[in-house]
Every structure is written in C-alpha cells, then in structure tokens.
C-alpha cells in the first residue's frame, strides 16, 4: 500500500466502511425468509451467510470492472469525489436501514458516485450507456424477472409436492431453503462485495496509485469480502423483518421458491457484469412467492413504500453526493467538516434506532416491539385478488367434504 496518500487511507476506510453498512442492511436478502419460516435460527442464518458471503467476493471481479473501469471517466476523478459519493450512499443506506426499508445498497452506491462525479466533471463525465444498459435496465428488470420467476415456482413446487407427506415435506423444504439462502449468500458476495472494490479501485486510480484499467488487487478483494461479511453478521434486523414478515407470510415451499429464483437471477447478472441491486431480485421474488400460493397475501402498503424507496435511492443519494463534492471542494478543512458530518449523523442514526430495538430475539414478531395491540392483518390488495380469482383456495364448505370423505383413523388408545 505505498504511496497512498491521506485522503486516499481516508477513501479506501470510508469504502469498507460502506461495504459494511451494505453488509448488515442486505442481510435480509440471503436470510429473511429462511429465518421467517424457522428454517434456520437467526444467529445461525447470518453466520452461515457471513461466511458465504466472504467466500463469493472472490469468484468474480465483473461487476467490480464495470464500477472502476465503465461507469464514470476515470480521468475526471478525484479520491475527494469518490469520498463525497460513499458519503451519499453510506447515509442513504443508514436511513432506510432506520425505517427498516429493503432499499438497493448497489443503487445508493451508483447514486452517489453519479451525484458526486457531476458536481465535480459535469454530466459528460458519466457514462450514460453504461449507467441504461448496466443499472438502470437491470434495476427495472430484476424484480420483475425475479417474481415471475418464484411465482411459477411456488406454483409448481405446491403441485409437484401436493400427495407428499406433510412432516415429511416441510423438512425437506427447509433443507432445500438452506440451500438456496446459501447461494443467494454466495451469490450477494458475488455481486455486491465486488461494487466496494470497484469503487476502492476507482480510487487508487485515481489516486495515482494504481494504473487505468487495473484489475481490483488481492488486498482489495480481502478487506471488501471480510468487511462485508461482519457487516453480514451483525444483522441488519430491522429489514430482516420487514422482509420476512412485513410483505407476506411465507411458509417453507414459497421461502425455497423465492430464494432459489432470486439466486438464479443473481447469479446471471453476476457473469454479465450488470450492477444487479440483490435486494430488488429478493424483493420480487419474495413477493411472486407470496402470489404463487393459493390464499396468499402480499401486504401492498409495505410494497408501496418500498417501491418508493426504490426511486429516490438514486437521486436521493446523488443530491447528497453532489453536496459533499461542493463542500470538500473547498479544501482540506471541507473534507473534514464532511467526514465530521457523516461521523456526526452516523451516531444521531444509531442512537435513534435504540429507541425500538430490533435484534435476533424479536426478529419473526408480527407486532411491533413496543406495540400492546396486534397489528391489524392487511386485507387483500388488487393484484393478490385477481390471481386468487384465478385460482382460488378452497372454500370451507369444499374443505368440510374432503374432510367427511377421508376414514377416520381408528383410535387404538385405551381409557385406563
């Protein structure tokens, strides 16, 4: 690491300081519907994804050459703009981990690094190809795929597995969502791991550091695999929640289902270099596995409200990007007051989130922490109603007549 300068150490620890929020706020991605379900015990879910995670930051580096080498002019860089882009993603992240919303680590990143790269090249400086063909398509196109996807699954699985034992097949699919959680965990070290090294190599670049269109170095791909996996182990609890029990009730066929398509998804994009958002596939998919099963209700209220998450992420973090640019412009004293500024609202955002405790004992209530009434159950939004009127689920009366159909099992016990 020689000839790195001050604000270079300063850019590469703000990075991996990034790469940790993403580790904890996208834990609910690989681990939420396999803790919802009980597939797994919370601790042993965020472990085993941690691990995995550090393991799946070294099977590629695509998505890391796209960040470094495709998305922005290299040459109009600063190490003082990337820093004002992880300042805008870190806080954005920070926010919604606050309100519990599964919003794109990997698009607030992006957003960031576009704001700030503005504010100190101009519009030219960004790659507009890139940033459609590579971000913004695949942002559109993930949860859609990815729903459809567990959808058909959570339909076929339900009617490939109708005739099997009951015990039986919960284990089953609970082996098989460990499984699939597990890939999508390899699959999110893949993917997003690798958008920290990119941006850190985007840095010694243009730092001077390391020469154009350099491949990530070893001790990059390290230090990002191993703070995204602590980041990963810590939990990002409050969206854990939210996303194994705030969009649907999911039960163990639906949670194989949504992890195996979103990991499929993930995957994909992983080999095509698309800067894929991971809890945007996840997001779907859980949803089209809520719809797949007949009776099934997906809270609409909550969507909504991560929907619109979704579309400020980008400008969101962008505008607060472009602000930090502005300030560290100034100087050595702006870049100061801005590290103060992140470290300062860092420490505001945690203590708020003390107030209402989320961690791996209340993880699965359907309540919230300090509530004394239950939440009220959600009634059926449009799109859940129209698939039920497709295929329905059994009325009561059709239920009473299979029951009266079946021989009763003779009772062997006897009455001492």
Same mark, same amino acid.
């Given at each position: ?12 620890? &703000? ?18 519907? &396999? ?38 002019? *290299?040459?109009?860089?600063?190490? *003082? ?52 063909? /590579? ?31 009951? *015990? ?103 080999? %095509? ?45 962008? %505008?607060?990007?472009? %602000? ?36 791996? &004992? ?14 009220? *159950? ?34 062997? /016990?006897?009455?001492?």
């Amino acid at each position: 690491m020689e000839g790195i300068s001050l604000i270079l150490a300063i850019v590469v620890i &703000t990075a991996l300081a990034f790469d940790f929020t993403n580790g904890f706020h996208d834990t609910a991605n690989a681990m939420a519907t &396999t803790i919802s379900t009980g597939a797994l015990k919370p601790k042993v879910a965020v472990a085993m994804s941690a691990v995995l995670n550090l393991v799946g930051a070294f099977l590629s580096v695509e998505v890391a050459n796209t960040i470094s080498k495709g998305l922005v002019d *290299e040459s109009g860089i600063r190490p *003082e703009v990337i820093f004002a882009a992880l300042v805008g993603a870190i806080l954005w992240n920070l926010v919604t981990w606050l309100v519990g919303l599964p919003s794109s680590s990997s698009h607030a990143l992006m957003g960031g690094l576009i704001g700030a790269t503005i504010a100190s090249a101009g519009v030219g400086a960004v790659h507009g190809d890139v940033l459609v063909t /590579k971000v913004l398509i695949p942002a559109l196109a993930a949860p859609l795929v990815a729903g459809a996807a567990a959808l058909l699954a959570t339909r076929l699985t339900y009617r490939l597995g109708h005739k099997a034992d009951g *015990e039986s097949a919960r284990k089953g699919y609970r082996a098989g969502q460990i499984a699939s959680a597990g890939l999508v965990s390899l699959a999110h070290g893949t993917n997003d791991a690798q958008k920290t090294m990119g941006i850190i190599t985007l840095a010694l670049v243009a730092g001077g550091s390391l020469a154009p269109d350099s491949d990530p170095p070893v001790w990059v791909i390290l230090s990002a695999g191993l703070a995204i996996a602590l980041g990963t182990y810590l939990g990002g609890w409050r969206i854990i929640r939210t996303m194994g029990k705030g969009l649907t009730d999911l039960q163990p066929q639906q949670g194989f289902a949504a992890q195996t398509s979103a990991a499929t998804v993930i995957l994909a994009s992983s080999h %095509l270099g698309f800067s894929l958002s991971t809890t945007h596939s996840v997001s779907g998919s859980v949803m089209g596995a809520g719809l797949g099963r007949k009776g099934g209700v997906v809270r609409w209220s909550t969507a909504t409200r991560m929907f619109v998450a979704w579309g400020l992420t980008l400008p969101a973090a962008a %505008l607060v990007a472009a %602000l930090a640019e502005y300030v560290t412009d100034l100087g050595d004293w702006g870049t100061a007051l801005v590290a103060v500024f992140l470290v300062a609202s860092s420490a505001a955002i945690w203590k708020v989130s003390r107030r209402e405790v989320v961690d791996h &004992t209340n993880v699965n209530a359907t309540e919230p922490v300090d509530a004394v009434e239950p939440v009220a *159950e959600e009634p059926a939004g449009v799109v859940t109603a129209a698939i039920a009127a497709v295929s329905p689920p059994p009325t009561v009366a059709a239920a009473e007549e299979l029951a009266a159909a079946v021989p009763a099992t003779p009772d062997t /016990k006897t009455t001492v």
